[in-house]
């Protein structure tokens, strides 16, 4: 069974940094894109970041661009996500996603909360 396990949130005064990890593991054949999303309490879920399969194409919201930056380790099966000049407003639950097998998967997500 296929597992993806996110680390890394937590607390965090404005403009400070986090680096949020999502690691896959099970029987995996194949992982293609990986990405982040995240979910503020009352709004959806809304795309933060994505990262292809050889890491070469990466793409961000707009409300981050500048600010995260993806990455992902195909050895270790991991994807990050350092997070930079954090503000309020980033406040949410993050899930990890990615394909893998051919299948998608979601992580059970980790709250980060940015304090004014």
């Known amino acids: 069974q296929v597992q993806l396990v996110e680390s890394g949130g937590g607390l965090v005064q404005a403009g400070g940094s986090l680096r949020l990890s999502c690691a896959a593991s099970g029987s995996i054949f194949s992982i293609n894109a990986m990405g982040w999303y995240r979910q503020a309490p009352g709004k959806q879920r809304e795309l933060v970041a994505t990262i292809a399969t050889t890491g070469g194409t990466t793409n961000y919201a707009g409300s981050v661009r500048g600010r995260f930056t993806i990455s992902r380790d195909n050895a270790k099966n991991t994807v990050y996500l350092q997070m930079n000049s954090l503000k309020p407003e980033d406040t949410a639950v993050y899930y990890c996603?990615?394909?893998?097998?051919?299948?998608?998967?979601w992580g059970q997500g980790t709250q980060v909360t940015v304090s004014s």
């Open positions: 996603t990615s394909v893998i097998n051919l299948r998608y998967y």
